[in-house]
Structures are given as C-alpha cells and as structure tokens.
C-alpha cells in the first residue's frame, strides 16, 4: 500500500507542477515578482521529482525520510495551486496583506523544500536503500549516523528534535560511534542547528556537542569550526539554562586549549562569564567553567582579563568550597595564574602572587593539601606551592607556615607525576631559603631525590637532579648525599650526552658541590664523569668547565700523594 501511495505521490506532485507552471502562474494577476521567484523554485523541484522517479524508484517508496518528504511536498503544491488562484483575479479576495504573507510563506517552504530534496540526493541514503545487504556492525553504525545527520537537516523542527535525541543516545552508547558520526560530517550539521534552532533543540546540540568533545580524536574538528563555534558556545553561558551552560564548559574546555581561542574567549568577555558561573553556577557548570579558566589561564596573555575581573577572589573562594573537582580545577586556575612559564619574572607576576597570598590563597592551599584528596590531585597543589615560592619572601611565608613537611611526605608517592612536581617544589623552595634546605634535608628529602635519579623516565631523572643541586648547597645535605653509594653514580650517569632531554646543567652543578671530597671525587672518576664532562664542555654546557678542571686536579693531586 505504501508504495502505491508513494508513487501517487510523485507522479499527483508533478502533475500538481505541471498544473502550476503550464496554466495557473500565466494567469496570475497580483504580486508577480513574487510569483517569478516561486516559478525558479517549482521548476528545481520539478528537477528534483523526476530524479525520484527516474534515478531511485526503489528508495523513494522505501525511505522513509523521502516518504514523509514527498508526502509535505504534495501539500505544499495542492497550497500553491489555490493561492495562485487567489491572485488571478484583479481584486484579491483575501486582502493585500494577507495573501502577500502567504505567499512570503510558501516561497520560504518551497525553498525548504528544494534543500532538503538536494540534501537527501547528497548524502547517498538513497542509494543504500536501493540495494538490499548484509553489513557489518560498524557499517550500520556508520549509515545510522549518515540517516541522522540527513534528518538534522531536512523536514520539520520537531523532525530535527527527534532526530538530535537519537543520535545524542547513538553517540552515548560508545566513543566509536562518535569518531564515525564524525567522520559523516556531524559536527558542520550541529555547528548549523546553532544559529536557527528552538531553544530545546539548541540546548541537544550543545550536548552532543560537548559530547563529541570528550573523545580526543574527535576534538581537531571542533576547533576547525573557529569562532563559529566558539561565539555559540559563549553566548550560551549567558543565556542558556543550568544543564545547557555545564555542557558548553564542557566543550570550551576542548576549545580553550589553543592561544587564538583563549584570546577570542578573553576578548568577548567569557571570563568574566565563567566567573560569573564559578559563583552561582551548578555544582556540575561550576567545575566544567572551572576547567575551562584552567586552561585559559596557562596563557600569559590572557592573565590580565583575571586580574580585572578580580578573578583570585572568586578562584580561592571556589577552591575553599566547591566539590572536589572544582576545587582541583581552581587551584590547577591558580597555579596556572601564578606559574613564571618561560618569561622573566615581572612585577605584574609577583603582584598577582602578592595577591594571591593576600586573599587567603596560602590557607586555601594548606586546606585543599590537608582536606584528605587523592594523591592525584595533589599535583595542582604542588605546582601551585612552587610558583609561589619562585618569589623569595613568599617562598619563607610558606616554610613558616610548614609545607616543607607538607612536600616531603609527597616527594616518595607512588603517582610519577606528583613525585616529579615535587622535586621542582623542592628546587624552587630552596634556592631562595637556607632554612628550607636545612629542614628538608632532615625530614630525608636527599634520599628520596637519590631514589629519583635512577628513574626510569629523564623528566623524573632532571627534576631529582635540579632539587639536590640546590638542596646540596647545605654542607648537612651532602653529608647525607655521599652516604648513599648510589648518589654520585647515579648523577654521573645523567652526564652521559647520549642522555637526550635533560638538562644537563643540573647534575653538572650537583656535582659541582661535591666534587671537593676525595671520596666522592674518586667515584666520579670511576664512573666515567671525566668523558661524559668533557663532551659537555664542547657542547658549552654551563659549569661543565670547571667541574672537569677539578676533576682534572684530583687525578694531579692523586699522583703526587703517592709515595
């Protein structure tokens, strides 16, 4: 029956056409520019019926995507015809007005029509539907994604609605799905629906949106979008409901990452934005809006638009009382704040740390320490704890207020990360503190370091070797150092140039500060740190030079002791 239905429906349609262009249009009295517009659009459908009817007669009586098409096709000609009629006569029966909206109506849906029609012949469901076979799973998943994109973009909103809850569930199901639908072109589609959409189909979007931004594979697509996608997403913080506005942080977490997009977000007020949400926000929006100033902040550039919003305030205050995921996120905000990056400290720097310590960010940080986390997420408090300390007189408020006993009981954690984070804590702790280097070398830190050196990655290997060289500037410290057996060897190994990514200046200066015992001095030479030294100084190597010098008066020195 449906096919008998269907195949009415074309051949009734360009019946319907034929009707309009040959007789009704000619006889048209009233508004025929407007006529001459709707004629271009009933010859393209015109166009587009015949390919129904020549190219695909079996997908057209089975799609059901072309069925319901067709279907709202014909209705929409049976209206052409009568209001054509309508405007025949010299006097319109209906009023100027009203016939002239009408008309504005019927033009937009014949050009609604002509778009879907050309959609649906483009994106080949047309053709699978001719032919009748066995597929793998994957294969299915990939034509289901090609159908609801299709479906995104034709027939009614209602139809979109529907269909936009399908693929969100399609795509919750499994990562795959999404690097499939992907790979159909989705993310162009949902980018589109954006601008147009009622607002519960705009809210789906924003979640399959922020969905597709969770599979790393997939997130190269969304950032070829630019600021489309971005001014969107922005303007969705502003105005979108509670679950809408946690689903674009979500997505703006992926967006950030990148400088052209933390400027963009900086420059059209979205910091201020997600402050805004950090404050009153969800719990859920909150930690995701968190996230996202997260990664902005990593962004020297963008640092001044936290400091007039006051950000610090609202940071530290979510850091005191979010959930545990926002207040990881905003203390990772406020380390990324206070982190030095590759430049030279500047006063602005040192102010935002001042202020940091100012509102409270010292405390807030001992409580996030004390507050029972997972050792995973101590790793922002870490980094935090050294980017304040690179400021010297910050660096003793901290001592004072015992984070040294704080960062020796991470330094032997099981988690790398946190160990690494650690070690450069402990650097950047002690190269400015006499007192901080006496108290970590008796609460063991030499030997956990030790133990580091012979890690297996080289960022574990540096950050052992960059702590005990500034840790080993206490003369209590190198007597505990050259305790170990380990130590010396251990550092000299981290000489060797084929030791590639790491910076070699580190162990150099290590040994530089132990090169003065006869004992340590004889292992060096034993372990091959004469060579290893040696290449370093052609390599300009700073401290490489006079390590080897001394090195080289040993063995002098040696050769005369002997009898």
């Known amino acids: 029956m449906k096919d008998s239905t269907e195949t009415d429906a074309i051949s009734g349609s360009l019946n319907l056409l034929s009707t309009l262009l040959d007789s009704e249009l000619p006889s048209v009295r009233n508004f025929k520019g407007k006529w001459s517009l709707a004629r271009v659009k009933l010859t393209q459908l015109q166009t587009h019926l015949t390919d129904f009817s020549a190219e695909f007669p079996n997908a057209s009586t089975s799609n059901p995507l072309s069925f319901h098409l067709l279907h709202s096709i014909s209705q929409t000609l049976n209206d052409a015809v009568s209001l054509s009629k309508t ?21 937009a849906t014949l050009d609604r029509h002509v778009s879907d029609c050309d959609i649906l012949f483009r994106s080949g469901l047309l053709l699978e539907n001719s032919v009748s076979v066995s597929v793998s799973k994957r294969e299915a998943i990939r034509s289901e994604s090609r159908s609801l994109i299709t479906r995104l973009q034709i027939g009614s909103p209602e139809s979109k609605a529907s269909a936009m809850d399908s693929l969100l569930g399609l795509l919750q199901e499994d990562d795959k799905n999404v690097t499939i639908a992907v790979a159909q072109g989705v993310v162009p589609v949902l980018v589109r629906l954006l601008d147009s959409s009622p607002s519960e189909t705009k809210e789906k979007t924003v979640a399959t949106i ?105 940071l530290i205050a979510l850091a005191s009382s979010g959930t545990a995921v926002a207040r990881e996120n905003a203390v990772g905000c406020l380390s990324n704040l206070t982190n030095s990056g590759s430049s030279e400290e500047a006063d602005g720097l040192l102010n935002l740390r001042v202020m940091v310590v100012k509102e409270g960010g010292v405390e807030c940080l001992k409580n996030y320490w004390d507050s029972g986390n997972q050792i995973q997420s101590l790793e922002v408090a870490v980094e935090m704890l050294r980017h304040l300390a690179e400021s010297g007189p910050i660096g003793e408020v901290l001592v004072g207020e015992g984070f040294v006993q704080r960062l020796v009981g991470v330094l032997n954690c099981e988690v790398l990360a946190v160990r690494i984070a650690a070690a450069r804590a402990v650097y950047a702790l002690g190269l400015n503190s006499g007192r901080a280097r006496k108290e970590m070398g008796e609460l063991g830190c030499v030997l956990g370091l030790i133990k580091m050196l012979d890690g297996k990655g080289v960022e574990e290997k540096e950050a052992s070797a960059m702590a005990l060289s500034v840790l080993l500037m206490h003369p209590a410290n190198r007597r505990i150092f050259r305790k170990d057996e380990r130590g010396v060897v251990s550092a000299v190994h981290l000489l060797n140039p084929s030791l590639q990514g790491l910076d070699k200046k580190y162990p150099v200066s290590l040994l530089a500060l132990l090169v003065h015992s006869k004992s340590c001095r004889k292992q060096m030479v034993a372990a091959g740190a004469c060579v290893h030294t040696q290449k370093l100084v052609e390599m300009d190597v700073p401290g490489s030079k006079k390590l080897l010098e001394s090195l080289g008066r040993g063995k002098i020195w040696g050769v005369f002791a002997r009898p």
């Open 87 to 107: 405007c025949q006569p010299e006097t319109l029966p209906n009023g100027k007005l009203k016939t002239q909206s009408d008309l504005n109506s019927l033009l």
């Open 210 to 314: 922020s969905k597709i931004s969770t599979v790393e594979s997939a997130k190269s697509v969304l950032l070829a979008e630019g600021l489309l996608l971005l001014n969107h997403l922005l303007r969705v913080l502003d105005s979108g409901s509670g679950f809408a506005i946690e689903k674009a942080c979500i997505a703006l977490r992926a967006l950030s990452l990148t400088k052209e997009n933390a400027r963009a977000i900086g420059s059209r007020g979205g910091i201020s934005s997600l402050l805004e949400i950090c404050q009153a926000g969800t719990p859920g929006a909150q930690a995701s809006a968190a996230a996202v100033l997260r990664n902005l902040a990593a962004f020297e550039e963008i640092r001044v638009n936290f400091v007039e919003e006051n950000a610090v305030v609202v």
